[in-house]
């Protein structure tokens, strides 16, 4: 069973930065993407930013220049770097990955981690 877990949420001042982390004890090498969601309330989870595996990284409009997205596949771990954080982008933010097996594809979540953007 794969699995994600989130650290790095927390309180952050408008402009500010912040670095969530998603560590999995699975083998990154069979991940087709790692990336990151988010949800605010009463909204959809939307894509933040993702890379695909060989290919590239893809981010939001909103967040192109300020977030980055890392990868580190010797210690099972990927980041989302934010930066000029506003305050609609508290959310709670989700580490996904995706997987094929047997022709179809499996997508796997974090527990999600709360991002407040608050003075």
């Known amino acids: 069973q794969v699995q994600l877990v989130e650290s790095g949420g927390g309180l952050v001042q408008p402009g500010g930065f912040l670095r969530l982390s998603c560590t999995t004890s699975?083998?990154?090498?069979?991940?087709?993407?790692m990336g990151w969601y988010r949800q605010a309330p009463g909204k959809e989870r939307e894509l933040v930013a993702e890379?695909?595996?060989?290919?590239?990284?893809n981010y939001a409009d909103s967040v192109k220049g300020r977030f980055t997205i890392s990868i580190d596949n010797d210690r099972g771990t990927w980041h989302l770097h934010m930066t000029s954080l506003k305050p609609d982008e508290a959310a709670v933010y989700y580490c996904?990955?995706?997987?094929?097996?047997?022709?179809?594809?499996?997508?796997?979540w974090g527990q999600g981690t709360l991002v407040t953007v608050s003075p």
């Open positions: 996904h990955a995706d997987q094929g097996y047997l022709g179809q594809t499996m997508d796997y």
């Open positions: 890379k695909i595996s060989g290919g590239p990284t």
């Open positions: 699975a083998s990154m090498h069979s991940f087709n993407a």
